[in-house]
């Protein structure tokens, strides 16, 4: 597609639950990041990949959250044993240029929202 | 204290009226500054982006920086009902850091 698709768009999950959430970016796009946007907040950078690296993981809140991006194309959110402070949307966003430099255009998914029951 | 500071509103302002954007960040460093809209429920969109000291403009949209005072603001004239929606300043340091957004409603 055109554009940074992400899945699923809506999830529920149990407390204790494990989620993945996906990310498609567009086609040759190098580097790829991960927010956490709470209701009423900008998004939180959680995760940065450049091609296959994960060159940052700073703004992960847990080790209960883990990312990956094997082929340096598609990556996968993972949340392990979910709490209720997790729901949040989770957008992913892609850029061209290496660290988004440039004119910093980060071009968003429509974005995961997850919320923990 | 946070990377980057917004007024937090909300702001309402009448259609055809300026309405006025504030926005403070903490690294002194930083080079590069960047307004995003979001309309609700949907993800960020990039509207104007600032390297340099003092006005860009862009059609009915002004961007201002003052590195000196860490402050960018971003102005928009003859504000319409579409422009309803949360503005988010960022800056980059390889990644971009993103204000808390204010929400902007036009009213008709």
């Known amino acids: 597609g055109a554009g940074v698709s992400q899945s699923p768009r809506y999830k529920v999950a149990k407390r204790g639950q494990d989620v993945a959430l996906r990310c498609d970016p567009i086609s040759g796009h190098v580097s790829l990041f991960w927010y956490q946007q709470a209701l009423g907040q900008g998004p939180e950078f959680l995760t940065y990949?450049?091609?296959?690296?994960?060159?940052?993981k700073s703004g992960l809140p847990s080790d209960r959250f883990f990312a990956e991006r094997p082929e340096g194309s598609v990556s996968t959110l993972k949340i392990q044993r979910t709490q209720q402070e997790d729901s949040a949307v989770y957008l992913c966003a892609s850029s061209f240029t290496s660290g988004g430099e440039g004119t910093g255009e980060l071009f968003f998914g429509e974005g995961s929202r997850l919320t923990v029951l | 204290q946070k990377e980057v500071e917004q007024n937090s509103g909300p702001l309402s302002v009448p259609e055809g009226a300026i309405a006025s954007l504030n926005c403070t960040y903490s690294d002194r460093g930083s080079q590069s500054f960047f307004w995003y809209r979001q309309y609700s429920g949907k993800s960020p969109e990039l509207i104007m982006f600032?390297?340099?000291?003092g006005d860009k403009e862009d059609g009915r949209f002004t961007a201002q920086l003052n590195k000196a005072s860490q402050y960018v603001s971003l102005l928009i004239r003859d504000s319409q009902p579409s422009d309803s929606a949360t503005y988010l300043c960022?800056?980059?340091?390889?990644?971009?850091?993103f204000g808390a957004g204010t929400t902007v409603t036009v009213r008709a």
């Open positions: 600032i390297y340099s000291n």
């Open positions: 960022a800056v980059i340091n390889y990644k971009l850091s």
């Open positions: 990949f450049q091609n296959e690296a994960q060159l940052d």
